[in-house]
């Protein structure tokens, strides 16, 4: 019944990269987006970054676009999250999410979820 799997996360200064990788399963790599929502401390579960439309699409959130880079790897049906440029405002529980369509709000609509990893940035 896991979907998704995640890997990275850790603690970075400010300005550095972080990594992460989540591995799919088939059930979850057939939903039309997959990519990363982050939930920081007492605040709703919001959209990073996601592939869309067979991957032809990207989705980021104005305050990760040019920093933040999404990546589909179909033969390993893995999901990257490469993150450069780290800022303390980055830091969250990062989420790998494979959605099957979207509510007005932007939700995740038959969500599969990864268990969660901790980014850290500290200044």
């Known amino acids: 019944q896991v979907q998704l799997v995640e890997s990275g996360g850790g603690s970075v200064q400010t300005g550095g990269s972080l990594r992460l990788s989540c591995a799919a399963s088939?059930?979850?790599?057939?939903?039309?987006?997959l990519g990363w929502y982050r939930q920081k401390s007492g605040t709703e579960r919001d959209r990073v970054a996601l592939k869309y439309g067979g991957g032809d699409n990207t989705y980021y959130a104005d305050s990760v676009e040019g920093r933040f880079t999404v990546l589909v790897d179909n033969a390993k049906k893995t999901i990257i999250l490469q993150m450069d440029s780290l800022k303390p405002e980055d830091t969250a529980m990062y989420y790998c999410a494979a959605c099957q369509y979207f509510t007005s709000s932007g939700s995740c609509g038959n969500a599969y979820w990864g268990q969660g990893t901790q980014v850290t940035v500290s200044s």
């Open positions: 088939k059930t979850a790599w057939s939903r039309g987006w």
